[in-house]
């Protein structure tokens, strides 16, 4: 039925604006007695063989909610009952923020794809903490945490400490957001002597809390083999918990949708199919290499069973899905969960 008749209507309304049309739409659905558990009996699939343990948690399922769905933490409580393992809110900065200037998703139905270049728009981290107060605990929640577009460089390590501290008591576990294509000066943040610092000065925050909370970094697709072992010295360096492979691509190359059309579009970070093989393949590269020495959460592409097994196969231990789940519908996760039972 989604494919059927809900996405084409969806389809014909902006990007940004049906998202926000379903948000709120699901919101006051739930709010009706009985609804959540109509959509937890249709789309929930629990089964002990699908708990996975990572960096001293426990997962009901290996099929998480990618950063970028609910960025403001509205509705995780809700997104809950379509059956996701864990569900990841943000990326979070320490003070709100507009974004990039609308429109700023684009749709390429051809490639089964997005082009984004929100720019981290958010209502800041206090407003993030205060929804993250109601959680009902149905589902693990990670923190994706960045930096404010208008800070300078020597403001970086402070704008993710003080998301940091902020979140650590009302998340599982923390998401370091440096791969970001949509937002200014992120460049600085992938140089390795910068990133060990920022990472270095986040894990000192988190050994002053009673409870160590794991931290997770997310990388781009787009990354040479050179660039990934870079990543692998600064995981056993930082004492990080794992890897989060890939955020969206700056890549074009292979796309059905005419050059004309990307030209209107403009630039902006790549999700949906055209990114599953680079981002598997970096999985594999980094599961290999490092001779699984830390957890990957593959995401990237993942639109059927096949896609998320191939990322589970590769190396990851846990995948996450987004694009996919506006193409295909919420189905996707209890079919994936199912696909897992049965391999």
Same mark, same amino acid.
């Given at each position: ?42 789309? *929930? ?49 320490? +003070? ?28 800041? +981290?206090?407003?993030?903490?205060? #929804? *993250? ?5 149905? +589902? ?5 945490? @960045? ?27 923390? +998401? ?40 997770? *970094? ?73 001779? #699984?020495?830390?957890?990957?959460? @593959? ?32 189905? *996707?996760? !209890? ?6 039972? !049965?391999?």
């Amino acid at each position: 039925m989604y494919k059927a008749i809900i996405r084409p209507l969806f389809f014909l309304f902006d990007p940004e604006k049906i998202h926000h049309f379903t948000f709120a739409n699901i919101r006051i659905l739930c709010k009706i007695p009985g609804v959540g558990f109509i959509f937890r009996k249709i789309y *929930l699939l629990e089964d002990p063989k699908l708990e996975r343990k990572l960096f001293g948690l426990t997962f009901k399922n290996p099929v998480g909610l990618a950063a970028g769905f609910d960025k403001n933490a509205v509705l995780f409580n809700e997104l809950a009952n379509f059956g996701f393992g864990f569900i990841e809110i943000g990326t979070v900065t320490p +003070v709100a923020q507009e974004g990039n200037p609308k429109k700023r998703i684009f749709r390429l139905i051809e490639d089964n794809a997005l082009i984004n270049r929100m720019g981290f728009n958010n209502g800041g +981290v206090l407003a993030a903490v205060e #929804k *993250l107060k109601h959680n009902n605990n149905s +589902v693990l929640i990670g923190g994706n945490i @960045g930096k404010n577009t208008t800070s300078t460089s020597d403001q970086y390590a402070s704008d993710y400490t003080i998301c940091f501290n902020a979140l650590h008591p009302y998340v599982d576990y923390f +998401v370091v957001n440096v791969s970001c294509p949509n937002v200014g000066s992120m460049a600085k943040l992938q140089d390795k002597d910068f990133l060990l610092d920022l990472l270095s000065q986040i894990q000192l925050a988190n050994r002053k809390f009673d409870t160590y909370k794991p931290v997770l *970094l997310k990388i781009a697709p787009d990354l040479n083999h050179n660039q990934l072992d870079e990543i692998i010295e600064l995981i056993a360096e930082t004492k990080l918990d794992g890897v989060i492979a890939s955020n969206t691509s700056t890549d074009r190359s292979a796309l059905k949708t005419s050059t004309t059309r990307l030209e209107e579009i403009g630039n902006g970070g790549l999700s949906g199919k055209p990114v599953g093989d680079v981002s598997t393949e970096t999985i594999k590269y980094l599961a290999q290499k490092s001779k #699984k020495a830390f957890p990957i959460i @593959g995401v990237g592409g993942i639109h059927s069973e096949q896609d998320a097994l191939d990322k589970l196969a590769a190396g990851a231990d846990l995948v996450q899905i987004y694009t996919g789940f506006i193409y295909e519908g919420p189905g *996707l996760i !209890k079919r994936i969960n199912k696909a897992i039972l !049965k391999g």
